[in-house]
């Protein structure tokens, strides 16, 4: 059964909404405790169904060739063999169907989804599909510096203000918004800062190496060059300590190009006109 598309209604009443929780770092993952207890404390009609295992960077992947299975962890708690496209599908068209989320938060990523991260991010890739099923989505990550742990007490501090906040301010429809909180500690965070997104790519070197067994194999990794400087991204935000709030539409047409090409292509119409 395909799920009715419906209009959000703003301010969004948490004490009475029913919030869905997922993620894409799997169902024993810390960040989706923290999220979990997040929406716990602004609702009690909380639900949670998230993947089996860890499906980082499986973007907005829906698996078709082979069945899912939906685990009962406990009770309103799910897990499913699959990405995280496939929990939020399986959560609003069967198990929710009677009565659909009011929101869907997913996260908290371990590390954060900054710039072109977006386009591989199973953590936004929840969201999005949400946000394709007519239901409000957040998107969380946990932004933190190379050598150092998720300083997890930040997101766990500053997740439920940030989720009221959203829900009073209210976003249009066909747009969803991913949160990047910054690394530090709690008490360091200076804020919120609504960003566009920046240009940061994932994969940008290939480490070449040999098994045990004589193969070569490829690892992916390294990140490209950022201006975190540049004003007013979400790298720039987190890199000043701010919690980082980046509106992404899903309609991805290039308004200016359509445009230019239209008026490209008139005078190629104009001469079949007239023939």
């Known amino acids: 059964m395909t799920q009715v598309r419906r209009r959000a209604r703003w301010p969004l009443d948490l004490g009475r909404a029913r919030i869905l929780v997922t993620n894409d770092d799997g169902i024993q993952a810390p960040g989706l405790k923290v999220l979990e207890d ?25 698996t078709l060739q082979r069945p899912l299975f939906l685990r009962e962890v406990s009770d309103q708690r799910y897990a499913v063999d699959g990405t995280p496209t496939d929990c939020v599908m399986l959560a609003i068209n069967h198990l929710l169907r009677e009565q659909p989320p009011d929101l869907v938060l997913s996260g908290v990523n371990r590390g954060g989804n900054l ?16 946000t394709l099923l007519g239901v409000p989505a957040v ?6 510096r190379p050598g150092e742990h998720p300083h997890w007490s930040t997101a ?19 747009v969803l918004i991913n949160v ?13 800062a609504v960003a566009r997104q920046g240009r940061r790519k994932t994969g940008n070197h290939l480490l070449a190496g040999t098994d045990p067994r004589g193969r070569p194999y490829y690892w992916i990794a390294g990140l490209r060059p950022e201006d975190a400087a540049l ?27 359509i445009a230019a090409l239209g008026r490209a292509l008139a005078p190629q119409k104009e001469k079949r006109r007239r023939r």
């Open 38 to 62: 997040a929406a716990r404390s602004l609702s009690s009609d909380v639900w949670v169904v998230a993947p089996e295992t860890e499906q980082s960077a499986a973007g907005h992947s829906l």
């Open 156 to 174: 766990e501090h500053h997740a439920a203000d940030t989720i009221r906040w959203l829900a009073r301010t209210g976003w249009p429809e066909g």
């Open 231 to 257: 004003t007013g991204t979400d790298l720039s935000a987190v890199n000043q300590g701010r919690i980082a709030i980046t509106p992404i539409r899903m309609d991805m047409s290039h308004r200016p190009t």
């Open 180 to 192: 990047n909180f910054p690394p530090g500690l709690a008490n360091d965070v200076k804020g919120l």
């Open 139 to 144: 998107s969380f990550s946990l932004d933190f």
């Open 115 to 130: 710039g072109e991260d977006v386009s591989y991010s199973g953590t936004v890739a929840a969201a999005m599909e949400a």
